[in-house]
């Protein structure tokens, strides 16, 4: 087998590689910005659990008596 019936392969699965990488780069971004996005809904949920006057209070659901 001569060099060249070897390099034409090589570069056909090298763009499929780096065709695999930019979906998977893509991908990788979307699940980054779903996990910020849930991890920022967790840490209010449990400011809410942890203190639900205080975000009662900021919503106008309850009125400050001091």
């Known amino acids: 087998m001569s060099d060249t019936g070897i390099i034409i392969p090589l570069k056909e699965r090298i763009r499929d590689l780096e065709a695999i990488?930019?979906?998977?780069?893509?991908?990788?971004?979307?699940?980054?910005?779903?996990?910020?996005?849930?991890?920022?809904?967790?840490?209010?949920?449990?400011?809410?659990?942890?203190?639900?006057?205080?975000?009662?209070?900021?919503q106008g659901k309850l009125w400050k008596t001091d």
């Not at 930019?22 to 971004?29: F, S, T, V």
């Not at 979307?30 to 006057?53: A, G, H, S």
């Open 21 to 58: 990488n930019e979906a998977h780069q893509k991908k990788n971004g979307q699940l980054r910005v779903e996990i910020q996005d849930k991890d920022k809904k967790i840490n209010e949920l449990i400011e809410r659990i942890n203190n639900p006057t205080k975000k009662m209070r900021e």
